[in-house]
């Protein structure tokens, strides 16, 4: 079972019949679910306007793993987009006093879906004439605004009213951007990059996803259903996106234009949305139909095959490393790209990866970002390959998000690996240094590195992947298991929410898990010094407990200073190893006083501050050195006492002798002074 | 080496001992010549009454106090007595009177019989009151380490048996 299994979305209503409000205008109806509006991990359900019960509303209700495309959204929220449903609001929704989640509300087309798989095709002049225009005007705007769209797909078109005479586009920003596109609506920069690393793209991503939707609804039939992700990037660079999927289809002139112009594999010479809008006037000067992956002027071995096409090599070179390294270290590769290719820059670059190849042989690490940085110098505009894992330049975030909701373990290896090696921060710098316009592509080098030294300090809590992840989402919920499902986006929240649970518990819980710690360290600013503490000892240890609760107090005080009594359950629970470390019994019993008394304030710090915990520690362990001291000492004393009989004997014989000596003396001149005194007196 | 050093000073001592013994004796050796020239009475009775002493010197029992005891209270007993020869007269004639008294005999002897029982009882008395000492002081310590248990628990126990075992 996975994270994502486990979430437990919103059923009912806390306010029976009535849900809860966004915004105080749209009601969320759980109840009432829209499973055919569903996509990915996220819920659908009916939402309504308390302003205008007629008005028909949809709700997207995220799941917390879910990339949520919040720049997107408040453009979105603020102006009209024509050809694409509309944003009403958007926001967080508490369905119960703990259970809450982000939700969209989105303008209902009355008209259903256009399309759904395993209808009839649908005739050529409504797809060209209505479909083209709608989805041309819908691009047009979003790319005036700076947005791509990502999700324009035969499934995610709507007919707008009953009269099917307006469509729109849906929505595209409660998910990770072309997380839903299937691999063939993918132009070839990113068909290879994993669904969640696929990234905002740039327009003409959605330019070939047009393409692409023309040929489903035309053809009524996803292209290349039958055929791999894998075949379909193959096929595509080998014939050309047009050619790979318009294969055995009888098209018309028109739309074999307007495919030829949207499916070009160049993406500089793809249409835009302006063209597309006008497309009529543009097949004029027949589209130039893309032919792939560019062709070496010779060719090269590798693993028994012959390549003269780089991105397909660079594409062959990923699916056998091994070799593909071996290729690099023998110079075949260098000598390949700068005799065959032409490209002195790029053979310069790869002497030298080769170089450090070979200086450090065996070092696996070294080995697969050596051939990473090879497969990027032939495939520049193509996606980041490591390992097992491809994205696009700037969609690391939700495809760390994806490796975490669905625990997958080797995903999760392997970009733990990549964040501790400084690969992405040097591919970052290397390729923003020769273009420019390539640094909006990619996650900010700063957050790069911050992520590779939270890499470094990864076995401590606070750091490592987790880190990163609440670095590389920074909007992303807390996913710690004590406040999932409750959308805590900061540490007053999360606090809140954690206090809700902790008191429900009766103090059993983790508020401190590798999640929250992260989560809480990635927002609050000031704990180091904790987190060192954590850092140096084991968890479950005293020095732990302590640590944590102190960073809690401090929590408390800067961002919910009222009681927590949760809190404080808790604290007594975590606190139990401290107590017990406390030997004396008596000091036992006065903290545990002292703790009762001070828990009723609610305040950790103030609690801490009474207890004293620390101090009573130190007094402890020096009084209990004392004790045993003073113990071994009795013990000896007694042993000696015991054993030193004989010793007293003759000690007793001779004080007797002295004793006896002085009567004898004294006896002897009271005699004679008596004597004296009698006979001469 | 210390052995030896041991042994010198140890015969130093011896030395030094025998010296004032001999010094010792030669002075009643003297005095006792002078008193049997002088007062020759009164050395019959002297000698007669510290029969007691010379056995106990003879017997040599290495315990130089007791013997100053038994010297000193057998003549603390004999100086009564020699003070009523002089006064009856100071001759052979009241001496061997005297010596057939036998309360005489008691009061001379009594003194080196009170010297024995003492020497006898008094270490004995010591003793038993150094014991009841060693007893409530075992008895303190007890307590004393009872409550420290009672107070830091079983792992003191553990511990104390560590350090034991260590300094074992």
Known sequence: MTVAEKIEMPTKSPTGDAGPLLGGRFRIDVSRRLVDMENGDNMVVQATDVQNPSAEYFAVISNPYSSFRLAMAQIMSEIHIPGMVDLMAHGKVQFSEIEACYVSVFEMPRGGRLYREGDAPLPEILVLDLVVSTVATCLLNLQKNGMTHRGIRADNLFVADNSQSEFLLGEAITMAPGSAQPAVYEPLECVMAHPMGRGDGSPSDDIYATGVLILHLVGGKLPAADLSPDEIYTKKLELGSFAALTEGMSLSTRVSDVLAGTLHDDPKRRWDAETLLHWREAIGDTPRRGRGDRHAFGK??????????????????????????????????????????RDEDAATKIEQIQASANSSRGDKRFDTAAVAQAVRLLDPDGIFWYRNVAFGRGALGPLLLWAFQNDDAEMKKDLMELLETALLQTVSVEETRSSKGRQLEWVPESALT???????????????????????NPKTPCLSPLVLGSHVRNVPEF?????????????????????SAAFITSKAKGLDKYLRMLAASAPGTSANALAQIKLFAKLQ?????????????????????????????????????????AKKSGNLAAILKETD???????????YEIALATSAESERIAAYLEGASEQRRQDAAHYGIWITSVLAITTLVTSMTISALYFLG | MAKKAEKAAKSANGTESSTGQNIALFWVLVLSGLGIVFVPPTMLVLIAGMIPSFVALLLNTDRSGSLAAMLAFNLAGIIPVIGILWERGHTFHEAFKILSDVYMWLAMLGGAGVAVFLAWAVPVIVFSTYELQARANLARLQKQRNKLIEEWGGQFVADMKEISQRQR
């Not at chain 1, 911050?450 to 590389?472: I, P, W």
């Not at chain 1, 915990?613 to 009084?623: K, N, V």
Request: glycine share 6%; with cysteine; proline share 4%.
């Open chain 1, 300 to 341: 090269i071995l590798f693993q028994s095959e012959e390549y003269s096409a780089p991105r397909v090599l660079a594409h062959a070179m990923t699916r056998k490393s091994k070799a593909a390294l071996e290729l690099i270290e023998n110079g075949k590769l260098a000598k390949w790209v700068k005799s065959a290719l």
């Open chain 1, 613 to 623: 915990i620390e101090r009573q520690l130190a007094e402890d362990t020096h009084e």
């Open chain 1, 450 to 472: 911050r992520c590779y030294d939270y890499m470094r300090r990864k076995r401590d809590v606070g750091y490592g992947l987790e880190r990163c992840l609440y670095e590389l």
């Open chain 1, 495 to 515: 606090i809140e929410i954690a206090e809700k649970k902790l008191a429900a518990s009766n103090g059993q819980g983790n508020p401190f898990d590798r999640h």
């Open chain 1, 557 to 597: 005080a800067a961002a919910h200073p009222g009681p927590l009594p949760g809190f404080c359950r808790w604290m007594e629970e975590t606190q139990k190893p401290v107590l017990a470390k406390i030997r004396s019994r008596l000091r036992r019993e006065v903290v545990s006083q002292k703790f009762q008394e």
